[in-house]
């Protein structure tokens, strides 16, 4: 069956220092990846990009990899700020509107 | 430019009871959605629209009904509430009908069904 994980456990850093979050996928062929904030009580808000034939997409302090053989992207926040701190979820799709789907995030915390 | 705004922010139904919760864009998007959000299960996907006139199921449709009379609004309709629904709802739009544009979304309505 199809699906999307992310480390379901927060990620505490220290501040500064880059975060890297991952986002693994099994039985998907994504045209598109993207990587959206999402603070509480919040809806998500668009951070990024990637399309199949890109390897990497970079954003001011955000940079997102897409490894399609791997089946994995990975999402990097250098420099980190405490007002980083978040949850932030991967979604992919297959080409289709209602093929999208989202992963269930992973908790930021950047620690000052 | 008010984006995607989403009525009412909190509510709480009865077993049995209907509503409507309301969706509106100003960005004149032809695509709108419907997600809930529970935890540990990710956004999932209720209904969808591709344009006024047009809507479709999405992963877990049974229990709402959504209609799409003009491009602006899009409103999900709880026929008969049950325990299930409760969750966070989220109204999405988008200019395109693939992922290779973002997505907007609303600020959430977090329905409780007691």
């Known amino acids: 069956s199809q699906k999307i994980e992310q480390n379901s456990e927060a990620l505490n850093i220290q501040e500064g220092k880059t975060a890297t979050l991952t986002c693994n996928y099994t039985?998907?062929?994504?045209?598109?990846l993207q990587w959206y904030r999402q603070d509480p009580g919040r809806g998500p808000v668009f951070l990024l990009l990637?399309?199949?034939?890109?390897k990497e997409k970079r954003k001011e302090r955000l940079k997102v990899t897409f490894d399609t053989t791997l089946k994995q992207s990975l999402f990097h926040i250098t420099a980190s700020q405490p007002a980083d701190s978040a949850t932030y979820l991967c979604?992919?799709?297959?080409?289709?509107?209602?093929?999208?789907?989202f992963g269930t995030g992973t908790k930021l915390q950047v620690i000052p | 430019n008010a984006g995607v705004t989403q009525t009412p922010k909190f509510q709480v139904l009865k077993t049995g009871q209907s509503m409507t919760l309301q969706c509106a864009q100003d960005?004149?998007?032809?695509?709108m959605s419907w997600y809930r959000q529970d935890p540990g299960m990710g956004l999932r996907l209720i209904h969808y629209?591709?344009?006024?006139?047009?809507?479709d199921q999405g992963e877990v449709p049974n229990g709402y009904n959504v209609s799409r009379s003009t491009t602006e609004d899009f409103p999900l309709r709880l026929l008969s509430a049950a325990p299930s629904q409760t969750s966070v709802y989220f109204c999405?739009?988008?200019?395109?009908?693939?992922?290779?544009?973002?997505?907007?979304f609303g600020q959430g309505t977090r329905l409780t069904v007691v």
């Open positions: 039985n998907y062929s994504p045209a598109y």
């Open positions: 999405a739009s988008s200019y395109s009908r693939s992922m290779n544009t973002e997505a907007f």
């Open positions: 979604a992919l799709d297959s080409g289709g509107y209602q093929k999208v789907t």
């Open positions: 629209s591709v344009g006024a006139g047009i809507t």
């Open positions: 990637i399309r199949e034939n890109e």
């Open positions: 960005m004149n998007h032809e695509y």
